[in-house]
């Protein structure tokens, strides 16, 4: 098989084959990662451009190692040091970074589908690195790879996510990966932030967290947005930490060799008591860890093929 | 003098549905004419052999735009864009730049519709001053003025007591208050109809309940005032039972509904296509389904575009940024005669919801009608051509549609506005200056 | 065009002999294997360098260190190669630094991928030098490049293809010319 894919806009059309392709370069990429001289010169004089309308230090470092790793020239551009807050749209501000001939522009913005309508209308590969409440596909790849690095397999795994799901485009791309590949998912949150719909996908929707955990393999805490609580969506901090907060007691319920993973970052003693985020079982950051080397192989793949000539 | 010659003439308002002739005079219907047909007819002759003639389409909700916001569509261009869609008179809203909450705003429509406009015009006034939802309008005088009824369209009235006293107010005048019916707490931040679609898009929802409950409050309001409110836009389920349930119980509430929301769901958002966002949003196939029952058992008094202009680049943006709405003054003929291919809805009953139903609702007197002595608005409609709509036969200055493209069932063969030919695709059939 | 039948350049036989005689080259200019590691190029190198560890094993008893090198992310058409299709393994399980590197490789033709090789092995660690053997040297050469240890020399033109086979049972072993147009030398 050959990568025929130009963007990388979200999973929900990956086959599985696509992310075992990916899965599988990514192994590579470690690998690279694990030498003395981390770097490789796939990449060398292709541009990375990474815009990012969003605040998000470790996505954008995590693509900019992956992208200086593969000897990319990588160049950041985020809401705060741009012209966005002069007014100007979208599309326009996309297009003069484009007339800078990047080869892939790496976009994280706070509305869905953004990546998908600049990829209309620009000619450079676009990777989403997260869009709104929709999808941020090199973290569902990355969560996969995580699993596999410590279970072996996905396949038959109960996986448990807990947290705001209604809002997580981490649980929109996970559902694709992780579900993909034949793990059994578990949603749970509040049911203010628990959208019914989310059962279509497969997955087991419930508001017991206990229920979530039972005998799960492995637990993917969601970042709780601690302004949530003022739109009503649950009472109080406090409350949210009392029912869905992960502690020590509720992880017990879960299998002797399960994992913690969380995409970060972490409000501690909040969704994950203190203790726990430090355990032996947590693959934080080997999360992190594995984030470069799945952004290697996501660049890497894409700078290939002849519509990446420019 | 005009004669069309041979049509199968469809009017509601008069029970007539025969093949037949119809003799226009001086701006006016002369007569029905059934057999042969008359010979060295003394003026004009339009052949209809094959077609339908109907009362001039009547759309009851549009936007044209104009005062304010003439890059996205005018008077003139929104006319044009009606005639070709057989439409012969439009009921603009009143969100414009000044909003149309000042007789003087609903004069200057007027005079505009009357030296520019290809067909008849009447504004709706605003509810509110500003549509800021907060003090009445001058009713008396923006009717004096012209204006047909009254609405915030495009807002909801956000407090019940102020739409409660609009209701109690207009009711011994027989004014007409419509209304957008949504909760804007429920709505807030919403982009698209709260259901699978949206979830899967990652898109913040608009829940049906949202309308719902506008709805359900307008009904209860007309019921505590005896007043009479009109719905704009149904698009859910529950819309349709609402209304269902008040015109049982004999109170004076209509709705009308929109060719988008019995021909798509939120299924056309698929992609982040900005030209599927509307509001109210593109329902649920339930919601569908619904509206279609709503058609066939007469819940629903009338079809309307919502006839909504913009220019390209405020829909070529994020979804969540693009700007509310669709063109429809084109379209809406032919996808509401693709309800005719179930065979449950009878031409009549079309004809009813585009033309006579709204003529009835904003009480337009001659319009809506073939009845000897109406205005001589008349669509000869050919129910049976195929054609494609593409982006470069839209009249309006805005191509904001998710049907281009689509390929249609029906069409205005010959639009007559007050006697006079205001659009033709009919052969050796010219349009009058 | 009508091809060229193909033509055996060596059996299985002859890449024993072959390699053998390698061997001994690689053992007799370093002075034993003292301080060799084999690094094979992915995929055609890789069990070549396994059979030269054999034969290194049976001759001096000793083991030396063997890894393995895919040299895609070292390539310099890498925006010209279309689209992009797996990575192989790279495996190099000891240190480099300081060593005798043998950099094994089926065959050499452009060598462009020995320099690939070579800037992958020098991310790795700073080897004493590096070697190359090849088993077949087709010519060519677009760089200054040329094995220490060559098994065969093979005049071939560009539309040729020369097609190694080092797998199973050494009497399935082949060396093996095709594609040539017929009459036609270059």
Known sequence: ?310 | MLLIRGGRVIDPASRRDEEGHLVLSEGKVREFLAGEAPKNFPGRVIPAEGKWVVPGLIDMHVHLREPGYEWKEDIRSGTLAAAAGGFTTLACMGNTKPVNDHPEVTRFILDKARTEGAVNVFPVAAVTRGLEGKEMTDFTELSEAGAVAFSDDGKPVASALLMRRAMEYARPFGYLIMTHSEDPELAEGGAAHEGWTAQRLGLPGIPAAAEDIAIAREILLARQTGGRVHIQHISTRMGVDLLRMAKRAGLAVTGETAPQYFTLTDAALEGYDTNAKMNPPLRGEEDRMAILEGILDGTIDAVASDHAPHEDYVKRCEFVAAANGIIGLQTSLPLTLALLAGGKVSPSRAVDLLSAGPARLLSLKGKGTLAPGADADVTVVDPDAEWEFRKEDILSKSRNSPFIGWKLRGRAAVTICGGRIRHSCQSGIDTDG | MKKAPAKTILDGKGVERVLSRLTHEILEKNKGAGEIVLVGIASGGIPLSRVIRRKILSIEGVEVPAGFVDITLYRDDLSKAGYQTRLKRTEIPFSIDERKVILVDDVLYTGRTIRAAMDALMDFGRPRNIQLAVLIDRGHRELPIRADYVGRNVPTSRGETVEVRVEGEPDEWSVVLTGAPAGKGE
């Not at chain 1, 985020?277 to 996501?298: E, F, K, T, Y």
């Open chain 1, 1 to 310: 098989m050959e990568w025929r894919r130009r963007h990388v806009l979200g999973l929900s059309d990956f086959r599985p084959e696509e992310i075992e392709f990916v899965v599988d370069t990514a192994r590579s990429m470690e690998e690279v990662l694990t030498r003395d001289i981390k770097k490789v010169p796939a990449l060398r004089g292709k541009t990375v451009v990474n815009l990012f309308f969003e605040a998000s230090t470790r996505t954008r470092t995590s693509f900019e190692m992956a992208g200086k790793r593969l000897s990319a020239d990588v160049v950041n551009f985020s809401s705060s040091t741009s012209s966005i807050t002069k007014g100007e749209t979208l599309l326009d501000t996309a297009r003069n970074i484009e007339a800078m001939t990047p080869n892939i522009l790496v976009i994280r913005h706070y509305a869905s589908g953004a990546p998908h309508f600049l990829s209309r209308h620009l000619s450079c590969s676009i990777v989403n690195a997260g869009d709104g409440a929709n999808e941020h596909p090199s973290q569902g790849l990355l969560d996969l790879y995580t699993i596999l690095k410590a279970k072996g397999k996905v396949a038959g795994l109960k996986i448990a996510i807990v947290g705001d799901i209604l809002h997580s485009r981490v649980v929109r791309s996970d559902l694709h990966s992780l579900g993909r590949m034949g793990a059994r998912l578990w949603l749970c949150g509040p049911e203010t932030l628990l959208p019914r719909e989310m059962a279509r996908t497969g997955a087991t929707l419930t508001s017991d967290i206990r229920e979530a955990v039972r005998d799960a393999d492995a637990i993917i805490m969601l970042r709780i947005q601690l302004e949530r609580q003022k739109t009503s969506f649950f009472p109080s901090i406090r409350e949210y930490c009392r029912r869905y907060g992960l502690n020590r007691a509720l992880f017990s319920l879960a299998k002797d060799d399960a994992v913690i993973m969380h995409p970060g970052p972490i409000n501690r003693g909040v969704e994950l008591s203190d203790d726990l985020a430090d355990c032996d079982q947590s693959r934080i950051l080997d999360q992190v860890a594995s984030g470069v080397a799945v952004r290697m192989a996501l660049l890497y793949l894409l700078a290939g093929g002849s519509h990446a000539a420019h």
